[in-house]
Nanobody
Framework: VQLQASGGGLVQPGGSLRLSCAAS????????IAWIRQAPGKEREGVSC????????YYADSVKGRFTISRDNAKNTVFLQMNSLKPEDTAVYYC????????????????WGQGTLVTVSS
């Protein structure tokens, strides 16, 4: 497995989760990383990205102010801190990586993680 997403689970509305995207066999600091989610019956949605060069970030309007993306190069991991979770955040969350991407959120990716399920429900 080259890219692995983890940290999903069941949480009540208003709760928090931290997702991790860890790489094996390559280092993530040269990669733009995106978190992309897909809810049942819905199209895939880009949630957040962090750029490969200057660490620029992007957030979808639906998560702005609630989610934070960050890197820990020592752990070769990118995190997505999700606070104030809502039922509409329920989805499978994937991380994806693109080497030295010119855009903060690339259009295509070199690697995809397997996805981690986030369920927000009381």
């Amino acid at each position: 497995v080259q890219l692995q997403a983890s940290g999903g689970g069941l949480v009540q509305p208003g709760g928090s989760l931290r997702l991790s995207c860890a790489a094996s066999e390559f280092t993530l600091d040269d990669y733009a990383i995106a978190w992309i989610r897909q809810a049942p019956g819905k199209e895939r949605e880009g949630v957040s990205c962090i750029g490969s060069s200057d660490g620029s970030t992007y957030y979808a309007d639906s998560v702005k102010g609630r989610f934070t993306i960050s890197r820990d190069n020592a752990k070769n991991t990118v995190f997505l801190q999700m606070n104030s979770l809502k039922p509409e955040d329920t989805a499978v969350y994937y991380c994806a990586a693109r080497h030295r991407a010119p855009l903060v959120c690339p259009l295509t990716y070199d690697y995809w993680g397997q996805g981690t399920l986030v369920t927000v429900s009381s």
